[in-house]
């Protein structure tokens, strides 16, 4: 089985990664945020269970012998605050995205197994905010103030207390079928399941940026 993070921008790395070994097509996958973090970290403690049935699942249909873990230590914010990064880069700010806390989606995905015909489900907030948005707070979260100037490619964000510039944008970040927008539509999944999201996304902003900076401390 591989394990891997979910982030988005490592999952053709993983994919190379196997390819290069000739290893795809022959390993289950298992995506969780913060990969081996996230399966072993007492805070996350219930995604532990879904972890360890996923593998055993995968030992007794797969026969799986080995366990490949892809971990990455690449928070911007946090690598910026404890002085192992200058700049984060970027690409298209005004993107919206619907941002959710993976363990409650688990649970939404637990509540659908209960039921007594299978049927398709959105899990979502219903509710999106801007890359820029989500930037500001993980910043904010680490004590620093974001100062945007610029418009476009040539867009800065700096620390409004030292005038620093700590965030730029570069061109290879937008993506060519770019999606301006991703919002869900939860409203089944409420009414069949009893599913909503509870964390909201300052509280989801806190819990990634302290799990990164705990992860990096511990690595420094």
């Known amino acids: ?53 996923n593998l055993n699942t995968s030992i007794k249909i797969h026969r799986i012998e080995k366990l490949i873990v892809i971990n990455h230590k690449d928070c911007g914010a946090a690598k910026i605050v404890n002085g192992l990064q200058d700049i984060l880069l970027l690409g298209n700010l005004d993107s919206k995205r619907d941002w959710g806390y993976a363990p409650e989606y688990i649970e939404g ?75 869900g539509d939860p409203s089944k999944a409420y009414k069949d399941l009893g599913w909503k999201p509870k964390t909201d996304l300052k509280e989801l902003v806190r819990i990634m940026v302290n799990s990164d900076l705990d992860l990096i401390k511990r690595n420094i």
Request: net charge positive; proline share 2%; charged share 30%.
């Open 1 to 53: 089985m591989v394990l891997s993070c979910m982030d988005p921008r490592f999952q053709t790395k993983v994919s190379n990664y196997l390819k290069r070994r000739k290893l795809n097509n022959k390993y289950s996958a298992f995506t969780i945020a913060g990969a081996a973090v996230g399966v072993t970290a007492s805070k996350f403690k219930k995604w532990h269970t879904t972890f360890w049935e």
């Open 109 to 183: 995905m637990w509540l659908m197994l209960q039921q007594e015909k299978p049927d398709d489900y959105v899990l979502a907030t219903g509710r999106t905010n801007t890359i820029r948005q989500f930037v500001e707070l993980v910043f904010e979260e680490i004590g620093i103030e974001i100062e945007w100037s610029g418009s476009g490619a040539d867009e800065i964000g700096c620390d409004k207390s030292s005038g620093k510039k700590i965030i730029g944008i570069d061109k290879k970040y937008f993506r060519p079928t770019e999606v301006d927008e991703l919002l």
